[in-house]
Structures are given as structure tokens and as C-alpha cells.
């Protein structure tokens, strides 16, 4: 008797398997061999998923690729990567990115094209949970019952001056912790991605890292405490919070 399986994220029937993270975000050999000749797809991760869960389906995982590869300051896989497949996506989907403005950068020997796009932050948030939820499925053999907060300096915006705070200063306390974790990265193509779970505390939280292109780095909070937890502890660590976030999380 087959074994039906169920969605890494609700539970229901699956339909698919998902690759996490999506496969498009691993650049394709045939791209790549005028400059190496190397694997970047070896043994990606895939989970059970339901078709609202599957973010190929919604498309969400090339939005993802582009917002993704396309940033500045990644290595150099991401910038053949973005000269190769994402820019044929961009070409087949030209909305598919909200262009600001358009620059040129120079270097003292080199003219680098940038754009400013507006990212529709909650669209990359939610790839970022399921991604998130996917590898803590693929990690544990269980659904993640609980909240997922998604901590990135990638959530910039010079209009939203204390989420931009928020998240940098959030980031820089990870990081601080990060050595204690006492776990390692995992990945089979660190080049492109990288995963790192922190233990569990004692509030029932854990921090994933997850690495794109070795320098694009978001951080995924996952609490498993209920809500009178929540405040419980809120409450408890206020002092703490207050020193830490009590400038920015101040209403207007
Ligand atoms: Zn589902």
C-alpha cells in the first residue's frame, strides 16, 4: 500500500515535491561551462508539498531567483547566474520587477549597471517561510507548529527608517550568538546555499541562518511559544527588549 504524504507546511495531501530552496535560485551547468566546469545542483533538497504550498506553482520562486541573485555585493556564481537565467526570466517577464531608477557605477577600470527596485517584501517573506519551514521539515521529519519571523538586512528602505533599524540591529544580535550555536552550516553547494539551525532555547525558539551566494544572509525566528508565552516573556524580558529595540519600536 503506498503511503500518501503530506504538505511539509500544513499537513495536507501533497501533490509535488518541492525543492528547497527552489531550483531555479542553483544555476544550470550549461550556463556555466564557458567559465567552470562544476555541479551546482548536487543532491537539492525537496519536501512533500500541497499546490498552494509549492512555491513554483505560484511563481514565487523566480521572483525569489531575481531579487535574489541579482543583488549586489553576491559572489561571483550569482553574477554569471544574473547574466545567464535570471536575466532570461527577466526577459520572458518583464514586470516581474518594479525598476526605480537605473545608474551606472564606476570604478577606477570597470562601468557596473545597477538598478534600485522596489521588492515586494512580503511576497520574499513568504518564500522565506516556506523555505524556512521546508528544510525544518526536512530537518526534524515534522511540520513546524509555530510562528516564523524573518530577519534580513536585505529589508531595506530608506522610507521606513525603524523596520530598517529593527532588522539590523536584530541581525547583529543573531550574529553575536551565532558562535555559541555550536552547529554547523549545511549544504552540498555552498557556493549558491548554505543552512544553519541554532538548538533550541528554552523559550521554545530556534534561529535559522540561511546563505545565498555566500553573502546574502536572512535569518528565520522560529518560536513554538504560545501566545500567553508570549506575553509572559515579553513581559519578563521588557527591560532587555526596551535597551535593545525601545528607541525604534516606540509608536510615531
Ligand atoms: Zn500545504
Known amino acids: 500500500m503506498e503511503i500518501q504524504e503530506c504538505c511539509y507546511w500544513c499537513g495536507a495531501p501533497a501533490t509535488s515535491r518541492e525543492h528547497v530552496p527552489p531550483k531555479c535560485l542553483f544555476p544550470e551547468s550549461k550556463d556555466f561551462k564557458d567559465l567552470i566546469q562544476k555541479d551546482f545542483r548536487k543532491n537539492l533538497i525537496t519536501v512533500p508539498s500541497c499546490d498552494a504550498h509549492n512555491l513554483r506553482k505560484s511563481n514565487d520562486d523566480e521572483y525569489l531567483m531575481i ?12 553574477y554569471y547566474h544574473t547574466y545567464t537565467k535570471v536575466r532570461r526570466a527577466r526577459e520572458r517577464n518583464p514586470s516581474i520587477i518594479d525598476v526605480e531608477s537605473e545608474t551606472v557605477i564606476e570604478t577606477t577600470n570597470t562601468k557596473f549597471p545597477v538598478q534600485w527596485v522596489n521588492v515586494d517584501t512580503f511576497r520574499l517573506q513568504h518564500s522565506f517561510e516556506a523555505i524556512a519551514r521546508a528544510l525544518y521539515f526536512n530537518e526534524f521529519g515534522k511540520q513546524f507548529e509555530g510562528k516564523c519571523q524573518i530577519v534580513s538586512r536585505l529589508f531595506f528602505h530608506p522610507d521606513a527608517t525603524k523596520s530598517t533599524q529593527f532588522n539590523i540591529r536584530a541581525c547583529e544580535m543573531i550574529e553575536l550568538e551565532m558562535p555559541s550555536w555550536k552547529t554547523e552550516p549545511k549544504g552540498e553547494n555552498p557556493e549558491i546555499f548554505t543552512y544553519q539551525f541554532s538548538p533550541e532555547d528554552p523559550m521554545k525558539v530556534r534561529t535559522l541562518c540561511l546563505t545565498f551566494y555566500e553573502k546574502t544572509r536572512i535569518y528565520v525566528i522560529l518560536s513554538r511559544m504560545t501566545a500567553e508565552e508570549l506575553a509572559f516573556q515579553r513581559k519578563k524580558h521588557k527591560a532587555i527588549v526596551d535597551i535593545a529595540f525601545g528607541d525604534i519600536l516606540q509608536p510615531d
Open 67 to 78: 531579487c535574489l541573485a541579482s543583488r549586489a555585493g553576491n559572489n561571483v556564481e550569482a
